[in-house]
């Protein structure tokens, strides 16, 4: 058995101590865990010999400690500080703060089985695919756009997606006010001014809106709507007289006409999305002249529509989202629904913000592009006339090949 001395004792702490100062000063750790490990072999070798060489050992020892002072201040010396640049790869504070997407509902409610909730769908799950940040906040009248808006951004929205025509004022107004902050606007495009110049190069360069052909989407389903009438009248139950409405009046009546010349088409515009009450009056009032076919084209305002349809034993469409499933009391009188994609737009336009790649300007979804169309027939499948469902292809090639045939400019 070998014996250890008080004195090679001291010299194994004292030569563990150098080395963890060492470590202390070395910020990478590099040069102390080497002398550490170093230590431990020279040491422990110098264990096994220490009761033979005794003396002789002791003066090795010293040699090793002059050894190491001397290899410290050099490496010391050469060592970089502490304040040194992070690795290229490293990211910083900036780099690695996530993005946050801010949504603004119009009026309506999230649950509105249109624009509002399937925006909502898009944009919440575009997000979450890109490990965004997100949140949104619904406006309980006109009043509150602006004040909404300025709300999801001084809460740190990065791209503010704003939903419907309704709100293209206050969209532009907070823009110009916020010029590095992304907008999203479904539904409004902005005109050039008196100028000619195109708003999107210029204050509203931050700007993207996503435009949808409504009458491409109207057409077809009055295609359909002339196909299956009896009576000879179609009907459409109209929110506001803006744009995207317009659109869809104009494309359902040409649509209707191109399948029966002679048919009879009924309108009325009600000044409001969120009416349904009157809705399903002026439902019954087509109804009651005749119309066997009614077009929704009003937010919850055409739902009252659709209801007076389904009350009535009469067929129904559906708009903006496949309201078979949105709005399950009336399947039965559905034949389908003329959609617009929102939730794809919607969800796509995140994502290219997310990769650094949204534009601004007009974001055009079409027949086309796969952006709006007809939603399948559901329980209508078999009571639609093979010669309808192929007039209604007919029709998709005729857009395709010339989209003014709907009627809008």
Request: hydrophobic share 40%; net charge negative.
């Amino acid at each position: 058995m070998h014996r250890v001395s008080t004195g090679f004792l001291q010299s194994f702490e004292v030569c563990l101590l150098f080395c963890h100062l060492v470590s202390f000063y070395d910020r990478t750790k590099d040069i102390g865990v080497v002398l550490q490990h170093y230590c431990a072999v020279i040491l422990g070798k110098s264990f096994h010999s220490y009761s033979v060489f005794g003396a002789a050992m002791r003066k090795k020892t010293a040699s090793i400690f002059a050894s190491l002072t001397t290899l410290v201040m050099m490496t010391t010396a050469c060592a970089p500080s502490a304040t040194t640049t992070p690795d290229a790869g490293s990211a910083s504070p900036a780099a690695a703060e996530k993005q946050t997407v801010g949504l603004v509902l119009d009026t309506g409610g999230e649950n509105d089985k249109s624009f509002n909730e399937y925006t909502l769908k898009g944009a919440k799950d575009g997000a979450e695919k890109a490990s965004l940040d997100f949140s949104y906040v619904t406006s309980a009248a006109s009043s509150d756009y602006e004040k909404n808006i300025e709300t999801q951004i001084s809460e740190g929205a990065d791209l503010v997606v704003t939903v419907g025509f309704l709100m293209g004022d206050a969209t532009a107004a907070m823009a110009k006010k916020y010029p590095d902050v992304k907008f999203v606007i479904i539904d409004y495009a902005f005109a050039p001014g008196d100028d000619g110049v195109d708003p999107y190069t210029t204050d509203l360069k931050n700007v993207t809106s996503l435009m949808f052909a409504e009458d491409q989407a109207g057409y077809l389903a009055g295609v359909l709507a002339g196909c299956v009438t009896t009576s000879g009248k179609v009907a459409t139950v109209s929110g506001m007289e803006i744009p995207p409405v317009v659109k869809f009046v104009t494309g359902f009546q040409s649509g209707a006409k191109s399948a029966k010349p002679d048919v009879v088409t009924l309108n009325q515009y009600i000044p409001d999305f969120n009416d349904p009450a009157t809705g399903k009056s002026v439902g019954q009032s087509f109804v009651g002249q005749g119309a066997d076919v009614i077009f929704a084209v009003g937010g919850n305002t055409g739902n009252g529509g659709l209801l007076a349809a389904k009350e009535a034993g009469k067929m129904a469409i559906g708009v903006d989202v496949d309201q078979y499933f949105t709005y399950p009391e009336v399947k039965d009188a559905l034949l389908t629904s003329a959609v617009k994609n929102m939730d794809v737009a919607t969800a796509t336009a995140v994502a290219e913000f997310a990769a650094g790649a949204l534009k601004p300007g007009v974001e055009l979804a079409t027949i086309e592009t796969g952006g709006v169309g007809l939603a399948p027939f559901h329980d209508a499948e078999a009571t639609i006339s093979s010669a309808c469902k192929e007039q209604v292809k007919a029709a998709e090639a005729a857009l395709k090949a010339d989209p003014s045939i709907t009627g809008v400019k």
